[in-house]
Nanobody, 129 residues
């Protein structure tokens, strides 16, 4: 059974940093596309970042415009873990953050929720002004 467990959320002041982790279990994820989404109160879930491993030390990443230059997604295939380093946090980054895994074969960047098959339970990130 596939399980994704996020951690690392919390309360931080604007301009601060947080690193989220998502530990995956239940299968090997090294060839899967992994991503982060977030959902703020009263809003739809939105794409944040995605990462795809292309073999060796080659990784492809893609970010939402709203986080580009501030957030960095990375993964450790040996640990089946994906990370989201968040810097220069803003109050508008406040949301529940979810990690996701696409279990189907693919080679493109995926930014829509329905393109992912497995989801974590979410971790709250609150940025105070």
């Amino acid at each position: 059974q596939v399980q994704l467990v996020e951690s690392g959320g919390g309360l931080v002041q604007a301009g601060g940093s947080l690193t989220l982790s998502c530990a995956a279990s239940g299968r090997t994820f090294s060839t899967d596309v992994m991503g982060w989404f977030r959902q703020a109160p009263g809003k739809e879930r939105e794409f944040v970042a995605t990462i795809r491993w292309s073999g060796g030390s080659i990784y492809y990443t893609y970010y939402a415009d709203s986080v580009k230059g501030r957030f960095t997604i990375s993964r450790d295939n040996a640990k089946n873990t994906v990370y989201l380093q968040m810097n220069i946090l803003k109050p508008e980054d406040t949301a529940v953050y979810y990690c996701a895994v696409r279990g189907r074969i693919g080679t493109l960047y995926y930014t829509r929720s329905n393109e992912y098959d497995y989801w974590g339970q979410g971790t709250q990130v609150t940025v105070s002004s």
